[in-house]
């Protein structure tokens, strides 16, 4: 009865601490911070060694140069591994940045058309849908009609079947063409997904990091190779203006 009297009370304090701003630590408590009369305990490779007293799973610690970490607070007695704390913190931390640095965050991008687009815009456009999909992203197509243009719907529907058709490898229509307003939209999706679009843009870009490596002078020469390239292309669209 006391003892539940104690128990309750420790509880009703830590409710109250936590509510004036108060917060449990997240941290396990390791050596002399484990304030319990015996616990479980786990060796370095993971045997299992039984229930012994907390001084002698500190002087087995002390013995292997480890920590004596409590794994499973909750547990009867509590669990506790002898393992090196700081280490075992360093690779959580490196696994965790890990985890994020590949987590996919679903992404749609927007690219806006006229009806009437002239033929260099469309490809300046579909371009940058060609690069949103190859990233793995996917993509809001938006034909904004104005004026007139409202009463000739069939021209944006057309639009958006080319566009879709010609991205059809990279993507896929994910949500059909639909009139919103002054505005009709579709979504395309990739046909690849976040994850592997990430991947492969990291092996590329080792890979050039690799060559760059092994061939220093080869992006000099090429650069070094295009520029003269420039005064011949010039030629013909000064012709072309001649004539």
Request: proline share 6%; charged share 30%; aromatic share 4%.
């Amino acid at each position: 009865m006391v003892q539940s009297n104690r128990r309750n009370a420790a509880v009703r304090q830590t409710v109250a601490w936590c509510y004036r701003g108060g917060s449990i630590s997240a941290e396990p408590r390791i050596n002399d911070r484990i304030r319990v009369p015996e616990v479980r305990l786990v060796g370095p490779s993971g045997e299992q060694v039984g229930i012994v007293p907390l001084a002698k799973a500190l002087e087995l610690a002390q013995e292997y140069d480890l920590d004596l970490v409590e794994v499973a607070a909750t547990a009867r007695p509590p669990v506790c591994k002898l393992m090196d704390y700081g280490k075992f913190k360093y690779e959580s931390a490196m696994k965790a940045r890990e985890a994020r640095k590949n987590q996919a965050h679903t992404v749609i991008k927007e690219m806006k058309l006229r009806p009437k687009i002239d033929p260099h815009d469309y490809d300046t456009k579909k371009g940058h849908v060609v690069r949103f999909l190859k990233q793995g992203d996917k993509v809001k197509i938006t034909i904004m009609f104005r004026g007139r243009e409202q009463s000739r719907p069939e021209l944006g529907f057309r639009l958006l079947q080319r566009l879709a058709s010609d991205v059809e490898d990279l993507g896929f229509i994910e949500s059909n063409p639909k009139q919103d307003g002054r505005n009709m939209i579709m979504v395309l999706g990739p046909h690849k997904k976040k994850t592997e679009a990430m991947a492969e843009a990291r092996e590329a870009q080792a890979a050039r990091k690799a060559d760059a490596k092994a061939n220093p002078g080869r992006s000099q020469n090429s650069a070094e190779g295009e520029e003269p390239s420039e005064a011949p292309a010039e030629a013909p669209a000064e012709a072309n203006a001649e004539a």
